[in-house]
């Protein structure tokens, strides 16, 4: 039996990549089965699945961020003594194209990723978890609650923020929700461009937020041991963003606008329909590894090796981070 999972990482305004890249595999017949979803990728999988492609498209089409980070809305928190910004301000615009009540009787499967601040953890709520639609509702905005930006939010009695902090790409999580397919949709471009020097400290900073910024956004699949595009057996499709769209900036990344998220779209469209295409040469290049061993097993004695695959399928992985 199929069960496709989409993981949806975090990445703020390059959100609208996903979009793009939905919407091909979709044309292509890939739908998943469950989602899990960090930051901005829990309100493009609810509002996914509150209408599909077409509610997605609708809600990013006039979807503008910068007016409503600097409108006059704040909110205090009592527990810190601190103002925010309304999350209803800013991200109420997206969250308006979602149907919680329909999300939440749905057989769609969906998981987030939260950080717990009570506890010091990052945490996965499911939405089979929840006791009715307004239960989930919060959880949800727990999912995207960007610190500094939004307020914590308080769910069963802990506090909660953004958990693209914590696990922005839990591939692992997948894999335990007993995967047979995985299309990891991330929306940080985990290639920076070469830089050869730095022309003064402010920009050595620059750079260094940069690979800080891909890192911690990538790091769910960075330094995950893959073999011939499968993580512990399972296919994985890979669909990011390319250099173009790398690297931290505040406009980059939390400056949404129509224009722009029109180009992002577009971009993950053209992605998805890369990584396809790079997904089906690794299969066909295992098969007939598998087939050649078969024939004549003294001949061939392992996999392709790393040097015969294209080379988007080989990472350079320097470092291994443990489990924790």
Known sequence: MTKRVFILGGGAALGAHQVGAMKYLAEQGITPDAFVASSIGVLNACCYGSGGIPRLEEAWRDFRSIPRIFSP????????GLSFFSMDRLCGALEEFIDFPELFASPLEMEFVVLNL???????????????WRELRTLTRCGYAIPILFPPIQFRGDWYVDGGFAWNIPLERAIQMAATEIYLLAPIASQLPY??????????????TDVMWRTIGNMGYLYARMEEGRFHGVPVVVIEPGEQWSGFGALAVFNAYPRKNRNLMAAGYRDAKRALVVHARLEAERKAAKRARRLDPKRVQGPVAAADAPPEAVKIVPIRTGDG
């Open 73 to 80: 809305s704040f909110w205090q928190n009592p527990l810190l």
């Open 118 to 132: 009570s506890r010091g953890r990052g945490e996965m709520h499911a939405k089979h978890a929840c006791a009715d």
């Open 195 to 208: 830089k050869g020097g730095f022309s003064n400290f402010l920009d050595f900073l620059q750079r260094l």
